[in-house]
């Protein structure tokens, strides 16, 4: 019986140690935001300001450059009607003026394949009616990611509160817990007590990990929209 007492004494013992660490707040992922009503729409907007400098959005716009080659190569085709050839001949090569015979030195030709009158226009306006449909797909992943980036700040939020919240509960647990345990030492309390407390301050304990989880990967989620760090954004607000 004493081996056993010695060991859960040893075992409680340890918990307290690495309790302090528990309880301590994490301040790389427990940021002060504001709460001042236009200070957050100020926050708001600067994050939607940062999300539409996201890769995904310049993706549009390259496939928009190549449109505008697509029309380019298209309207081309009207020049590749037109049919110029030069003459090599004995007065372009002498260049002699008693030659009486007169030879052309270029001949200019129009060759007109009827079908280009609608091919080439339905080109033109097939290029342009992608260019249209890329303007409007990269309009509506704006407002996407306009979306994206709201609902990542608003998770940020929450799970930070609640992180914040957790944390009074964890503090209490770990004093009662401590308590106990003070007075089970001086044999004040039994085995089932202190047991109970330990398993209550456990279980706050996990909590508040799972809590810090949620934090730290909202605000990895709304940086990697952002491309930068909240941090950053905050100081510059």
Known sequence: MKHVLFFLFAAFSCGTLA??????TDTSVILKLP????????????????????????????????TKYDQNRAKAGWLNMFVASGNLN?????GSSSNNTLYPRYNFGLNVPLGNFIAIPAEVKAAKANGRAIDQQKEADKLALKSAVLRAYEDYAANKQLYELQLPLLEDALNHYQEVESKFKQGDQNYDVINDAYRIYNAEKVRKINLERDVKQSKYVLEAIIGTTLEEVLLHL
């Not at 999300?51 to 190549?66: F, I, Y």
């Not at 004995?90 to 002498?94: A, L, R, V």
């Open 19 to 24: 309790a302090q660490d528990l309880v301590k």
């Open 35 to 66: 709460t001042e009503t236009y200070t957050v729409s100020r926050l708001k907007e600067r994050l939607v300001e940062l999300a539409m400098n996201n890769p995904s959005l310049k993706v549009w716009d390259e496939k928009k450059e190549v």
């Open 90 to 94: 004995e007065f372009t090569i002498k």
